[in-house]
């Protein structure tokens, strides 16, 4: 079977082979791709965006509110446990979409447009830009090194003090700490400030599974 990942969603992802998924995290890792032959191997740049979506169980209704869910306890363990560790390790935004109520739907209220949020997302591209002018192969915050995550990730103290008791208690593992930080420095960049604030922080915590 092939599979087609130029889709930039993988709608029911724990459906994809164990193996399937394994291949994935070197890609999201590395933002390399390798493909190995008889006759050698060849490494290929693979820096993409993977937005995948998958039901909280196999019903479909674990934790809703409104209707009960019909799998057994062991049933959704093996659900969920078909994306491994390691794989959601390397996802930064983990996002439960729970069922939209009837008055919501019929309600005259309005989310925020669709262009102001594109114009304050640009703001923060153009501030990475700026930081990143010097840095060559890094354009945007995802790109950070180590190193980099240290220079331009400067937290408050509160902030700081969040990130520990969130690192123990979570048991959050050093890959999944820089990517806690670098979201923190894009949501700080979504609203313009220059450090890190103990909001910022929160808010990338709560993203992570």
Not at 58 to 81: E, F, I, L
Not at 92 to 105: A, C, I, Q, S
Not at 158 to 176: C, N, T, Y
């Amino acid at each position: 079977m092939i599979y087609d990942f130029s889709n930039p969603l993988l709608d029911e992802i724990v459906e994809l082979s164990p193996h399937v998924l394994e291949v994935l995290r070197q890609p999201i890792e590395d933002k390399m791709v390798s493909i190995s032959r008889a006759r050698g191997s060849l490494t290929f740049p693979a820096n993409f965006l993977l937005v995948a979506a998958r039901n909280p169980c196999p019903c479909g209704h674990y934790g809703d509110p409104v209707k009960a869910c019909t799998c057994s306890p062991a049933m959704v363990q093996r659900y969920q446990a078909r994306l491994s560790g390691p794989l959601l390790d390397r996802i930064d935004l983990h996002v439960e979409v729970m069922r939209v109520d009837y008055d919501k739907l019929m309600g005259d209220s309005r989310a925020e447009p669709s262009k102001a949020v594109r114009a304050r997302v640009e703001a923060a591209r153009q501030v990475q830009a700026t930081r990143f002018r010097d840095l060559p192969n890094v354009f945007a915050n995802a790109d950070m090194s180590v190193s980099e995550i240290a220079q331009f990730c400067v937290l408050a103290p509160d902030a700081r003090q969040l990130l520990e008791l969130s690192v123990k208690r979570m048991q959050l593992s050093g890959r999944a700490y820089h990517r806690v930080l670098k979201l923190s420095r894009t949501i700080a960049d979504l609203s313009s400030s220059d450090r890190i604030e103990i909001n910022h922080v929160a808010e990338a915590i709560q993203y992570r599974p």
